[in-house]
């Protein structure tokens, strides 16, 4: 077996195959002289840390030796030290740990050849039974095989340098540095315990700000020297050492397959981590740990590489997306500068969404608790029942049942279905419920089971169900979606084909250009200014016959390629008139229709905006283009931003995950000041706590969690031990307000063990 690449998780892969069958010959190539190394300092967790114990306790002796522990995490800003503890770290250098692994492997018998550099894995493939590449970030093997591993490289905008400083910090530190030039950062933390110690020192920075700061033209020792003055005070004005250290651009490496014939990649080559996670090292080891082990379980080396990929993707795709919210959260830190000091720490420590309010109270109840105090929180109220205020109306607590189409209404009128479905969820205790989207004209429809607010009919069973919440459920507001399909209708109800056209019965579509949304849809006519006209006030009759209907609050529907959003996308509108074009053209028409609902709307109702903050398509709307939208809108009196993404075109590819569209929420409210609901796989109660908590949003909308639990709100009060005016039960129901008891899983533990 051949190993490229010394590294830790080339040396450790190497020792296992070795370990566990002495037969094998095992080879490692690496470039660089033993001793050499670029970092400093590595971070391994207890998960990490017990799979090594497990597999190999030599070595396990030997790191736990070595490692210095601590708990703390420092957050240095603005001259203000927030300490947070209970994070359980482990660490040791980087030298030190590869001296570990090169005894080990040669103790086993591996044999190691430095200082060469290793034939092409192409050429290792046709002597040796298994290739390992663990040749980094820049593997080699990668890029010459790159047909068959299929990698992408993200280059991200951040510049940082690795360094060091010759004594231990007393914990994991981050301080930020406010300068002329703008915004820097230090990473710290200790990896050595001997003498005075020693700690790695991470500086970090946007790259327009390395530039402004003059740091493109310094070398590695005047740029040591440059960090060491700006972090002075961290440093207690010592002085920084370099180690062949470079300036340099995080980036991540994905790969769509991670074997080739009897190739395998393992670690950076395989994926990368961003370092604010602590992750690269951890990440190698574990593969290791996987690919050993899936060698002795599998029959032959095909299917074990198959079963160490299926073992690890979902592992190391969970992982690069914390460490890609944790790099983006570093990229975005200017935004966030401005936050109560205390909501600053919370957000720092809860970036990459791992560590959550419910978790860090179990590590640090005191910080958390001082973190809620300063939210706002009352007697023990968790922040999802904090109350919340749009112009006149004040919602209870922070949670909103998203609007979800149903399709069951009969010409455009909800029924009964509609009375008990938002009925229901208005009892379950959120403190707004939003009606699916409402279309505003017959053609407006998505489908022939939506629902409408056109006729006088349809108006009153809407009041029906308005009358019935405010009675039943005193205390939660009711909102309304306005919407008009645009090039999406015509089509089947969901479960019968989503987004496919009528078989018959189609009616004509119009949109801001004529462009079908797939290839089987219905071409829609370009709108003309009358037809414009006349929509805009199919949205006015609509507003007028919500508010004689009994909603609290209006919400235009801007997103998910309906009509209005259309128009706002560069991907649906190809308009060369005023109403296409620039950005501030593809405005035009959406705001026309915002001004002119909120002329009718009354002045003490809010009214919100859901958009799609990307398009998940190349040439779409972005992240930017979205922080412009909602500035514009909110400059037009909207009270809030219901932030939401794609599907707007239908060859979208969007990065699913827990929480993935906070994000631009979370950069909407944080760039503009603007009041944002966000929504999107948030699914638990903690989620929600953790996401106010951080001010990444103002209100959490979740919809799945509402189909599945109706008494969604509740049941997280019950479950977090709240009882106050946030989610107040309602009287009939006040019997089930605790969880129910249930029957005893747990057995009689064996007390003695007795031999034969």
Known sequence: MAVIGGGPGGLYAAALLKRLDPAREVTVWERNAPDDTFGFGVVLSDETLGGIE???????????????????????????????????????????LLEILHARCRDLGVQLRFRTQAPPAATLATAYDLVVAADG?????????????????????????????DFAFDAFRFEIAETEHGVMQLHGYPFSASGSGAS???????????????????????????????????????????NKSAWINFRTVVNSRWSHGNTVLLGDAAHTAHFSIGSGTKLAVEDALALAACLQEQPDIPSALQAYETERRPVVESTQRAARASLEWFERLPDYLDQPPRQFAFNLLTRSRRVTHDNLRLRDAHFTRSVEDEFGCRDGTPPMFTPFTLRGL???????????????????????????????????GAGLVMTEMVCVSERGRITPGCTGLYTAEQAAAWRRITDFVHARAPGTAVGVQLGHSGRKGSTKLMWDGIDDPLPDGNWPLSAPSPLPYKPESQIPRELSRAGLTEIREQFVAAARRADHAGFDLLELHCAHGYLLSGFLSPLTN??????????????RFPLEVFDAVREVWPEEKPMTVRISATDWADGGTTAEDAVEI???????????????????????????????????ADRIRNETGIPVLTVGAISSWDDVNSLLLAGRTDLCALARPHLYDPHWTLHAAAEQGYQGPGAPWPLQYRAGSRRPQTGRTDAPKPRLSLGR
């Open 137 to 165: 970030v820049h593997s080699l093997t990668r890029e010459a095989h790159a047909e068959a591993f299929g990698p992408s490289v993200t280059t991200h905008r951040c510049r940082y340098i690795w360094l060091a400083a």
């Open 54 to 96: 497990h597999a190999d306790p030599a070595v396990y002796d030997a790191l736990q030796a070595e490692f210095v522990r601590w708990d703390d995490i420092d957050i240095v800003h603005r001259d203000r030290r927030h300490t947070s503890g209970g994070h359980g770290f482990a660490a040791l250098g980087r030298r030190r």
């Open 574 to 587: 190809h308009r060369t008139d005023a109403y296409g074009g620039t950005l501030t053209a593809r405005l």
């Open 394 to 428: 004040t919602l209870r607590n922070r949670v909103v049942v998203s609007p979800m189409d149903m399709y069951s209404a009969e010409d455009g009128v909800p029924g009964d279905f509609h009375l008990v479905h938002l009925g229901a969820r208005a009892l379950g």
């Open 630 to 664: 909602a500035r514009a809108f909110a400059a037009h009196g909207a009270d809030a931003i219901d932030v939401s993404t794609g599907q707007v075109v239908s060859d979208e590819r969007p990065a699913y995950g827990r929480s993935y569209q906070t994000p631009y």
């Open 200 to 242: 790695t020192v991470i500086v970090e920075m946007r790259e327009e700000v390395w530039e402004a700061a003059g740091f493109d033209g310094l070398d590695e020792r005047e740029s040591t020297a440059r960090c060491a003055k700006i972090f002075t005070e961290a440093l207690g004005g010592r002085p920084l050492r370099g």
